[in-house]
T-cell receptor, first 115, second 112 residues
């Protein structure tokens, strides 16, 4: 099992550019989520999904879009990048409805800089 | 306003001693609490969790205590080892596990 994979590892964008951060998991987890980590703020939930075709907003969804067409993939799209979106982005997944509820597996992160 | 708070940004402990990391929360509806450990340039990894119906959960050197009346939980690491040096995040969720709220993290340094 590769677990949760994220690409790219690093990305530099100019203000106004768009891009997609990729996330994939091979553990057949229904729940997937995206977080951003900023200094002094911990991890903040951007969007999450409880299964294919179902997505919902987290704490900080503005400026981001997601879709979930398959169980495995959960891409995060930045529509028009802003310097405030400079952050480290983590994707995570978990298996719901078991004794392991809430034990999320995290990807290695994508470090994004918006100039 | 953050619903989960870790008020100590850093903690330094001697190897072999106890490390106590603290976490406070504001929403009494939280049903489940977790601790994650994070090394630099890696994603967080799950450490230990506790349901709101319990007040203690133990796993090897790690014990989590929950005080619901004080809205406070703590992670005890005994004995502390240099490999435990990392950033520790506490997190909370409601019973449906749809949203997870994280604290800002505490950087633990275990000195040999």
């Amino acid at each position: 099992n590769a677990g949760v994979t994220q690409t790219p590892k690093f990305q530099v964008l100019k203000t106004g550019q768009s891009m997609t951060l990729q996330c994939a998991q091979d553990m057949n987890h229904e729940y997937m989520s995206w977080y951003r980590q900023d200094p002094g703020m911990g991890l903040r939930l951007i969007h999450y999904s409880v299964g294919a075709g179902i997505t919902d907003q987290g704490e900080v969804p503005n400026g981001y879009n997601v879709s979930r067409s398959t169980t495995e993939d959960f891409p995060l799209r930045l529509l028009s990048a802003a310097p405030s979106q400079t952050s480290v982005y983590f994707c995570a997944s978990t298996l719901l409805g078991t004794s392991k509820n809430g034990e999320q597996f995290f990807g290695p992160g994508t470090r994004l800089t918006v100039l | 306003d953050q619903q989960v708070k870790q008020n100590s940004p850093s903690l330094s402990v001697q190897e072999g001693r106890i490390s106590i990391l603290n976490c406070d929360y504001t929403n009494s509806m939280f049903d489940y609490f977790l601790w994650y450990k994070k090394y630099p340039a890696e994603g967080p990894t799950f450490l230990i969790s506790i349901s709101s119906i319990k007040d203690k959960n133990e796993d090897g050197r790690f014990t989590v205590f929950l005080n619901k009346s004080a809205k406070h939980l703590s992670l005890h690491i005994v004995p502390s080892q240099p490999g435990d040096s990392a950033v520790y995040f506490c997190a909370a969720s409601f019973h449906n596990f749809n949203k997870f709220y994280f604290g800002s993290g505490t950087k633990l340094n275990v000195k040999p």
